[in-house]
């Protein structure tokens, strides 16, 4: 079936930094593929995505690009912020007929940036 | 901004108690799902719904059961809480494809 794995965290970082989070997935066919983010104590918000090879997905000054070839989707931020903290999601949906009905979330990644 | 809502958002039962998590959403979604979230983060499918009368079971087995008679509403119940129901509980809703889901923001159950 389909699969998420995402980088483990934590992460912590300091103000201005380069952010990467890595995400690979298992799949077959075409899936779309979503990056979440979650602020304390609040429900998983969209953050960006992508629905097709090589497409970039961005926003916030995020961005990921979906990578057939090495079935990836890292997350990227050129100078994080301490509001960037947050959990991080990697996401997948579709793919095939069964796999189009589920969303599939890798674990998660808790990203603090200090000041 | 996201039109799905989950009551209550915070909840303190006591061991055996029946309680049902509220979740409504206004967009006309076919696809309702219900999450359960450990304090490892990592989020686990429990129920999810294609439309009005239909319920599956998800990838985590769980003591709750659900129900979809309207497209907007999708409750789950807990006939008998045990404080290893004790969790964060994430309701969502997307229409049909390979679309983004929307999120409610959560409760959060504590059973004592």
């Known amino acids: 079936g389909n699969s998420v794995t995402q980088m483990e965290g934590p992460v912590t970082l300091s103000e201005e930094a380069f952010l990467t989070i890595n995400c690979t997935y298992t799949?077959?066919?075409?899936?779309?593929l979503f990056w979440y983010v979650q602020y304390p104590g609040e429900g998983l918000q969209l953050l960006l995505k992508?629905?097709?090879?090589?497409d970039k997905g961005s926003n916030k000054g995020f961005e990921a690009t979906y990578r057939k070839e090495t079935t990836s989707f890292h997350l990227e931020k050129g100078s994080v912020q301490v509001s960037d903290s947050a959990v991080y999601f990697c996401?997948?949906?579709?793919?095939?007929?069964?796999?189009?009905?589920?969303?599939?979330f890798g674990q998660g990644t808790r990203l603090t940036i200090n000041p | 901004e996201a039109d799905i809502y989950q009551t209550p958002r915070y909840l303190v039962i006591g061991t055996g108690k029946k309680i049902t998590l509220e979740c409504s959403q206004t967009?006309?979604?076919?696809?309702m799902y219900w999450y359960q979230q450990d304090p490892g983060m990592e989020l686990h499918l429990i129920h999810y719904?294609?439309?009005?009368?239909?319920?599956e079971k998800g990838d985590l087995s769980s003591e709750s059961t659900v129900s979809r008679i309207r497209t907007e509403h999708f409750p789950l119940t807990l006939e008998s809480a045990r404080p290893s129901h004790t969790s964060q509980y994430l309701c969502?809703?997307?229409?049909?494809?390979?679309?983004?889901?929307?999120f409610g923001q959560g409760t959060r159950l504590t059973v004592v």
């Open positions: 969502a809703s997307r229409v049909t494809g390979d679309t983004e889901a929307f």
């Open positions: 799949a077959t066919g075409y899936p779309s």
């Open positions: 992508a629905t097709k090879a090589d």
């Open positions: 996401a997948l949906s579709g793919g095939s007929v069964q796999g189009a009905q589920k969303l599939v």
């Open positions: 967009m006309g979604h076919d696809k």
């Open positions: 719904s294609y439309g009005v009368n239909s319920t």
